[in-house]
């Protein structure tokens, strides 16, 4: 089984922060791709990276021909037709950028969107623009004219609550607004997730996707409780175990791998290519869905973590 998310890499500044260099990649089957990735570097609105990090918010190609996607074949060669760069900030100042690419194939069904409140234009959240792949042009154009208010839908309640909200059977769901529209287009695992940004602008990615290419093989929720010091599963879905309950796990910041640790004291993505070998809960999770790949994505309040998903790939 193939995730909907084909490979991921992380950027990461250069001591004088005048450029962003290769930190960290996941790229499967798509090894020339990683190797090209791995010699690259990017200034401030050069490539999709530096686009991000110039930009100060996430930017989305749905389609790398035409654009100023520095790898354009390479990615041809390896089969991956979109990517969303999500650019992490500390303290004014880029802290990381994390990409993540989708690929296209018959197998493949899923959407990669991103949705912006811009409160000069609107007081709802839209769509700014999505990636659709394998999905009939109805559900992409019910998409593009929604007009989400404060709290509702996936991407209203992502905005409004500055948390992730994930989705194991999407189409069931009274959260999902577009339920009949995903279970007539095969849709059913969803992740809404609140981005950084540098603007006044809130930006929200949603990924989408069917079972035979879930977004990932496993994804979790893990909330930090600051009380008592300690992470919280909060929820999740595995392929092979089914719905994860909220507060069926729990582990204490300093048990926590030495990558989550990392995570929680700077507010940037971390990933492992050897997830089966970390060390607690998240390399106990990797082992259960059968996979090597994590990335942990972070969600950054005021310049502290409360939350971060981790997707098995």
Known sequence: MKSFIRAAEI???AQDHSLLEFGAGLFGDALSFGALSQTMCFGRADGL?????GKGHPVLLKHFEGSDFRRIGAADVAGLTCAVA?????????????????????SSKGAIELWRNDPRISSDITLLDGYYGGLPPEFEQLSRDAYLPRGMGLPGMAWQRDESVML???DASTSFLRGNAASDAGICRALAWPCQSMTNASYV???LSGTATP???RMERWVVDAASGS???AGGYCETEGELPGASAAFSVEEADPLIRQLLSDGTPVLSET???MSGVIGRAAVKAGVQGCLCLPVVVEDKVTEFVALYL
């Open 86 to 106: 999500l650019p992490f900030f500390k303290a004014g100042e880029v802290s990381a950028v994390a990409v993540l690419f989708g690929g296209d194939d018959e």
């Open 231 to 233: 992470l919280v599963l």
């Open 215 to 217: 977004v990932a093989r």
């Open 205 to 207: 990615l949603m990924l």
């Open 168 to 170: 194991g059977q999407a």
């Open 11 to 13: 950027w990461l500044p």
């Open 49 to 53: 990276p530096g686009e991000a990090w």
């Open 275 to 277: 997830a089966q070998s």
